[in-house]
T-cell receptor
Framework: AQSVTQLGSHVSVSEGALVLLRCNYS??????LFWYVQYPNQGLQLLLK??????LVKGINGFEAEFKKSETSFHLTKPSAHMSDAAEYFC?????????????FGTGTKLQVIP | GAVVSQHPSRVICKSGTSVKIECRSL??????MFWYRQFPKKSLMLMAT?????????EQGVEKDKFLINHASLTLSTLTVTSAHPEDSSFYIC???????????FGPGTRLTVT
């Protein structure tokens, strides 16, 4: 079984401030972890992914995330928030074995950037 | 990068009619496609997984006779909502995965409104 918990359904930060979106996972096998961003009425865009290589993963738009096995966490960060970062962010864990794949999404965190 | 399209982006239909949504992988062969449903302010719920040339696997609680999925080619999957009801109104998102790949590439979504 696998699950994803995103702490905080809404996060507000000032423009230029640090962005920290939290994600904790549980998985019975080594996980593949993803962060996606969704703008209103659009699909999901991949920000970054962890697939058992480097634990610090850099993504698009200045975002990065660190896989911490001891804490079962994969928090998303960005040093300086931009107005265009306002969107909904989803953490996901993928169980992948041969041809079988199951994705479990977190409940999402809506990021508000205050000018 | 891999691009997935959906058509239509928005559709309004009358109660009792059927509506078909197309999902296409534009620049890669998608051996597996996934259909999700997203309720307002909610995360994505996996409806079904379809492998090219075989029957779709539906998640528990999803009516296979109501949500017909066809994956006839390596670049096209369709979701047909039959005898639509207002409660079927939702945002439907597809994703596609290439053979041997881990990452799912998401379409832009289709907003279905049943009146």
């Amino acid at each position: 079984a696998q699950s994803v918990t995103q702490l905080g359904s809404h996060v507000s930060v000032s423009e230029g401030a640090l962005v920290l979106l939290r994600c904790n996972y549980s998985s019975s096998v080594p996980p593949y972890l993803f962060w996606y961003v969704q703008y209103p009425n659009q699909g999901l865009q991949l920000l970054l992914k962890y697939t058992s290589a480097a634990t610090l993963v850099k993504g698009i738009n200045g975002f990065e995330a660190e896989f911490k096995k001891s804490e079962t966490s994969f928090h998303l960060t960005k040093p300086s928030a931009h107005m265009s970062d306002a969107a909904e962010y989803f953490c996901a864990v993928i169980r992948h074995s041969g041809g079988y794949q199951k994705v479990t999404f977190g409940t999402g965190t809506k990021l508000q950037v205050i000018p | 990068g891999a691009v997935v399209s959906q058509h239509p982006s928005r559709v309004i239909c009358k109660s009792g009619t059927s509506v078909k949504i197309e999902c296409r992988s534009l620049d890669f062969q998608a051996t597996t496609m996934f259909w999700y449903r997203q309720f307002p302010k909610k995360s994505l719920m996996l409806m079904a997984t379809s492998n090219e040339g075989s029957k779709a696997t539906y998640e528990q609680g999803v009516e296979k006779d109501k949500f017909l999925i066809n994956h006839a080619s390596l670049t096209l999957s369709t979701l047909t909502v039959t005898s639509a009801h207002p409660e079927d109104s939702s945002f439907y998102i597809c994703s596609a995965r290439a053979r041997g790949g881990i990452e799912q590439y998401f379409g832009p979504g289709t907003r279905l409104t049943v009146t």
